[in-house]
């Protein structure tokens, strides 16, 4: 069954350090696979997507994920944190193979940075 | 472009009451989807379409349904509110198809209350 985990529920990180946002997923094809961000009260943004190619990809407001297929993960990462980052982080996946081919979202992660 | 246009955004029903809730997009996109987001959770799909005149289950459509007669419009039926249905819900739009693949696009959400 197509899935996706956050097994993080919060991710606190002081500003000007590294942040991590972890996440996993598991599809039968090969997976598209996306990161959202949710600021308060808001619908969701689009940060940065990975279809096929270089397993970085670069996206909005300086963030970047890493697709490692071995380990069925997509992680979301900055290397510079500011508190304005600070917010609600959900990643999803498309599985291409299935005839159902749904965007399934994790549970989200909110990230907290402190100054 | 207006992108994903959700109305209303604010909703009261009392128990029993129906209601729909309508979804354009104006981006000529084949798939259309709607979420739920309760307090504190993930988003959870509810319905989606692939195209106009097919409609899917998603992971918690009881309680709801929906229709897609045109590409352009997904609204959102609820026949009979109860109080589990209180949340806030987004309705998404994307292009998938054998040679285009993009992100979802977000509308800003219906917040609705059942009491």
């Known amino acids: 069954a197509q899935s996706v985990a956050q097994p993080e529920d919060q991710v606190n990180v002081a500003e000007g350090n590294p942040l991590t946002v972890k996440c996993t997923y598991s599809v039968s094809g090969n997976p598209y696979l996306f990161w959202y961000v949710q600021y308060p009260n808001r619908g969701l943004q689009f940060l940065l997507k990975y279809i096929t190619g270089d397993n970085l990809v670069k996206g909005s407001y300086g963030f970047e994920a890493e697709f490692n297929k071995s380990q069925t993960s997509f992680h979301l990462k900055k290397p510079s944190a500011l508190v304005s980052d600070s917010a609600l982080y959900f990643c999803?996946?498309?599985?291409?193979?299935?005839?159902?081919?749904?965007?399934?979202f994790g549970t989200g992660t909110r990230l907290q940075v402190f100054p | 472009n207006a992108g994903v246009t959700q109305t209303p955004k604010f909703r009261i029903l009392k128990i029993g009451q129906s209601m729909t809730l309508q979804c354009a997009q104006d981006?000529?996109?084949?798939?259309m989807y709607w979420y739920r987001q309760d307090p504190g959770m993930g988003l959870k799909l509810i319905y989606y379409?692939?195209?106009?005149?097919?409609?899917d289950k998603g992971e918690v459509p009881n309680g709801y349904n929906v229709s897609r007669s045109t590409t352009e419009d997904f609204p959102l039926r609820l026949e009979l509110a109860a109080p589990s249905q209180t949340s806030v819900y987004f309705c998404?739009?994307?292009?998938?198809?054998?040679?285009?693949?993009?992100?979802?696009?977000f509308g800003q959400g219906t917040r609705l209350t059942v009491v």
């Open positions: 998404a739009s994307s292009v998938q198809t054998a040679i285009l693949n993009t992100e979802a696009f």
């Open positions: 999803a996946v498309r599985d291409i193979l299935t005839t159902t081919d749904k965007l399934i």
């Open positions: 981006m000529n996109h084949n798939y």
């Open positions: 379409s692939v195209g106009a005149g097919i409609t």
